[in-house]
């Protein structure tokens, strides 16, 4: 069965720094990947995706995450981060063709100003 | 443009007493939908999907049953709730089983 792991629970951060936040899933097939983002007090929204091609995608609000096959990894990453990126994260995946859409346990960012 | 609606927004029930939550979704046909619960820590948890009336597969043996009595209508229910019952509820729909879900507002169920 497949499943996602993520590796960092809570994460904080100083405005400006670097942000990398790992995600691993286990599923020897083709998958589709995803990270969501919820803001306090708001519903899950997509933040980026990826089917097939370039490895590296990019999404909204500077986000881009690298799709690495061997290493079953699909890591999100921001050069800079800022306050407003407070929220928590969650990497998803989807065992394709028709699989169920199954996700991590969640990364809560707190960036402080 | 698609939407979801789910409701309520919040509920607080006794233990033991029925439960029903309800999603639908606005613009599209045939959608696949989900059911999530969401706990602090561990995720999203998939409790039900499915990809057509009255077709719904359960991820986890517990409490609750799903329904789809119309294509875009999709509904969580107990018999009889128990404390850990309680948790925030999400609904999704995604156009096909390849894409990215779509989430409603959530509900949050207190059970006291």
């Known amino acids: 069965a497949q499943s996602v792991s993520q590796h960092n629970h809570h994460v904080i951060l100083s405005e400006a720094a670097s942000l990398e936040l790992g995600c691993n899933y286990s599923y020897g097939g083709t998958v589709n990947l995803f990270w969501y983002v919820q803001y306090p007090g708001q519903h899950l929204q997509l933040l980026l995706k990826y089917f097939s091609g370039d490895p590296l995608v990019k999404g909204i609000k500077g986000f881009e995450a690298e799709f690495i096959k061997s290493k079953f990894s699909f890591n999100l990453r921001k050069p800079s981060v800022q306050w407003s990126d407070t929220a928590e994260y969650f990497c998803?995946?989807?065992?394709?063709?028709?699989?169920?859409?199954?996700f991590g346990q969640g990364t809560e960012l707190s960036v402080k100003p | 443009s698609q939407t979801i609606h789910q409701w309520p927004a919040t509920l607080v029930q006794p233990v033991g007493s029925p439960l029903s939550l309800e999603c639908t979704v606005e613009?599209?046909?045939?959608?696949?939908l989900y059911w999530y619960r969401q706990a602090a820590g561990r995720g999203l948890q998939l409790l039900f999907y499915s990809v057509g009336i009255g077709q719904i597969s359960s991820e986890v043996p517990q409490n609750l049953s799903a329904s789809r009595p119309q294509d875009r209508q999709f509904i969580l229910s107990s018999k009889k709730l128990l404390l850990s019952d309680s948790g925030f509820y999400l609904c999704a729909w995604s156009p096909d089983r390849d894409t990215e879900a779509f989430f409603g507002q959530g509900t949050r169920l207190t059970v006291v």
């Open positions: 998803a995946v989807n065992a394709a063709p028709g699989g169920k859409l199954i």
């Open positions: 613009g599209t046909s045939n959608p696949n």
